[in-house]
Each structure stands twice: as structure tokens, then as C-alpha cells.
């Protein structure tokens, strides 16, 4: 398993501020992965994180408003820019231990509220 | 990509009687897992049971697959108060990228236990 951390657990935030969102492994990992839970739903993915490139987004996210950084291979963090109520959510972040069991290991959150 | 179906979307049961959940998807997949949700916090992995299984049992849990119906069970026996969380199923999404894999996953089952 892996074990994984996340800073802040949750925020209170203004409208048009940003905040950014740290993940840290205890291991080291090739690939982290950044969710997004909005109230009631299910997880989608906003984009892989590779260490050493930049990350990859899927549709609907991009990059201006979810800037991520990755600068070695137990840290990765994700930035919620120019906020709107919209972007209340919880954040998770994941890794795949690379081992070829497809289990992915979960942070604890992050539960964002934007006033 | 293709994303699970779940239901039912609520579950709520007495203490001690067994909840299923099941789960449909879209594509042909390499494997299927089950996570659990307690109260907005982060996944945690359950079970995962490749294309080539049919039932896998793990403690009180056991799964199906029927990738001719391209679905899924997942049975809870005896259950527990411990046991109220949301359930979702997750499917592998596209490639393995440097050892790490996508997942899709489903909207998820809302489970309550009554005790």
C-alpha cells in the first residue's frame, strides 16, 4: 500500500482567489493522479502527473485553471485557480504504485468551499 | 471513456442482512474494482477481479463479473453499522502509461446500516 497525505483537509475561499492543494507519498511514484468530487457525485479525473513533464489533462480541465506541479516523484501539488462556487468539491489525489495491480491509493481529500 | 452505472444509488439496510450493489459499463475492460467512500473522505480499495474471473470473495465481500453482460455485483454479508460508506466501482481507462493505469469510476451506491 501506500500511504498518502494531503494539505489543507479543507478551506473556506473567496471567489476568485486560488488555492493549492499539496500531496505527499511516502514512497516513491511514477504517476499521480488529481480528482475532483463535486457534491453528491462521483470522482472524475482532471489529469495525470508525471514527474519530471508536464501533466496531462483530460477534457473539460485545463491547465490555466488547474495549474500542477510535480518536482519529484513523493510530491505533486494542484492549484484551483480564479475560484467560483462551482469549484466547491472535494480534491483527492492518487498514485498507482506502478506494480501492475491497477489499485490506486487514495489521499485523504481535500473539501473545498468557495463563497 | 467509458464510466460505470451503479444502483442502486441508495441502499439502506438493518444490521446483520447482506447489500448488494451492482455496477454496468460500457466497454470491453482488463479488470473491475471495487472501492469504498467513508463520509467524502478518500478511496479505499476493496477488491479487484480481472476479465478472465468470474467470483472472487474477499471476508465478507464477494464480487461477480459477467463480461458478457458487462457487469458487476458486489455482496456485503453481515453487515455492519461499520459498513455505511459509498461504494463505487471503478473499470480500467485506455493504455498503461509507464506502469500506471486510468480508472474510470462509477457514480456509486450510497450504503446506510441500521442498527
Known amino acids: ?115 | 471513456s467509458q464510466q460505470g452505472e451503479e444502483d442502486p444509488q441508495a441502499l439502506s439496510i438493518q444490521e446483520g442482512e447482506n447489500a448488494t450493489m451492482n455496477c454496468s459499463y460500457k466497454t470491453s475492460i482488463n479488470n473491475l474494482q471495487w472501492y469504498r467512500q467513508n463520509s467524502g473522505r478518500g478511496l479505499v480499495h476493496l477488491i479487484l477481479i480481472r476479465s478472465n474471473e468470474r467470483e472472487k470473495h474477499s471476508g465478507r465481500l464477494r464480487v461477480t463479473l459477467d463480461t458478457s453482460k458487462k457487469s458487476s455485483s458486489l455482496l456485503i454479508t453481515a453487515s455492519r453499522a461499520a459498513d455505511t460508506a459509498s461504494y463505487f466501482c471503478a473499470t480500467d481507462d485506455g493504455p498503461v502509461i509507464q506502469g500506471a493505469q486510468k480508472l474510470v469510476f462509477g457514480q456509486g451506491t450510497r450504503l446506510t446500516i441500521n442498527p
Open chain 1, 1 to 115: 500500500s501506500a500511504v498518502i497525505s494531503q494539505k489543507p483537509s479543507r478551506d473556506i475561499c473567496q471567489r476568485g482567489t486560488s488555492l493549492t492543494i499539496q500531496c505527499q507519498v511516502d514512497s516513491q511514484v511514477t504517476m499521480m493522479f488529481w480528482y475532483r468530487q463535486q457534491p453528491g457525485q462521483s470522482l472524475t479525473l482532471i489529469a495525470t502527473a508525471n514527474q519530471g513533464s508536464e501533466a496531462t489533462y483530460e477534457s473539460g480541465f485545463v491547465i490555466d485553471k488547474f495549474p500542477i506541479s510535480r518536482p519529484n516523484l513523493t510530491f505533486s501539488t494542484l492549484t484551483v485557480s480564479n475560484m467560483s462556487p462551482e469549484d466547491s468539491s472535494i480534491y483527492l489525489c492518487s498514485v498507482d504504485r506502478g506494480l501492475h495491480t491497477d489499485t490506486q491509493y487514495f489521499g485523504p481529500g481535500t473539501r473545498l468551499t468557495v463563497l
